[in-house]
């Protein structure tokens, strides 16, 4: 069955001299894995070029019911990078989210909320001028919304703790585990959740504190996904924007 969708390109991999896997998150299919031919023929409809992280697609697919495995037909841009590949810093960001999302997120179903967001923050990268140094921060924060992860803000009160296990803000320390915050990184914890892309240049952080947020919320998704793991290209954001 033929299918056109627009997608994101979350990795892809070699599967042999002829062909690579490449897993997308799709705003019609959801979550899908495609296998695409390797090829540098100027006439191919599907050019390998393309899948690069984070990339946005229009594709025709051809699916099969039950199967895990698809058949690209057609590929072209959805949306032209203006900046991403070109700006290193915007590289290795968008390096470190395709990861991100290729663990993250694993719904085989439509949800047009979700890839709404994707779609929109990707874009937002790609045409922000500047100031854009707490963006991946701000991104995993709202991510949990749409993954059904996000802490309740309103709960929060200065001096609390952030109880990581269980996902809320509470005045006692906790006793019967050791994934919780004291109330300083509680404190930014909540700072975060405030912000967002057009507001974030206005909370000032050094790149430790920052640091300290990234490793944060990579424990906290650590702790609600199965086998999501400590991200490689964690290492590589940390040397960024001093």
């Known amino acids: 069955m033929l299918q056109k969708t627009e997608g994101i390109v979350l990795r892809a991999l070699k599967y042999n001299d002829t062909t690579q896997i490449v897993h997308l998150y799709t705003e019609h299919l959801g979550r899908i894995s495609l296998k695409v031919p390797v090829t540098r023929s100027r006439k191919t409809a599907v050019k390998s070029v393309l899948f690069q992280p984070l990339t946005i697609l229009d594709m025709e697919i051809s699916t099969r019911p039950h199967s895990t495995l698809h058949t690209i037909k057609e590929a072209k841009p959805g ?74 803000l309103e709960e ?42 057009e507001t974030m240049h206005l909370f000032k952080m050094s790149r430790s504190e920052r640091n300290r947020c990234l490793v944060i919320m990579n424990d906290y998704y650590r702790l609600h996904l199965p086998d999501f793991p400590v991200l490689k290209s964690i290492e590589v954001l940390k040397e960024l924007f001093d």
């Not at 949306?79 to 968008?94: E, G, L, Q, R």
């Not at 395709?98 to 719904?107: Q, W």
């Not at 952030?162 to 300083?184: G, I, K, V, Y």
Request: hydrophobic share 40%; glycine share 2%; proline share 5%.
């Open 79 to 152: 949306y032209p990078f203006v900046s991403i590949p070109y700006d290193p810093y915007k590289s290795a960001i968008s390096l470190f989210l395709s990861e991100f999302l290729y663990r993250a997120v694993r719904e085989e179903i439509e949800n047009k909320a979700l890839y709404a967001y994707l779609r929109h923050s990707i874009v937002w990268l790609d045409t922000c001028r500047q100031s854009f140094a707490n963006y991946h921060l701000v991104f995993l924060m709202r991510l949990s919304r749409f993954l059904g992860l996000s802490p309740n």
């Open 156 to 197: 929060y009160h200065l001096g609390d703790y952030f109880d990581l296990l269980n996902a809320c803000f509470t005045s006692a320390r906790p006793l019967t585990h050791s994934f919780f915050l004291m109330p300083e990184e509680s404190s930014r914890l909540s700072m975060l959740m405030r912000m967002n892309y």
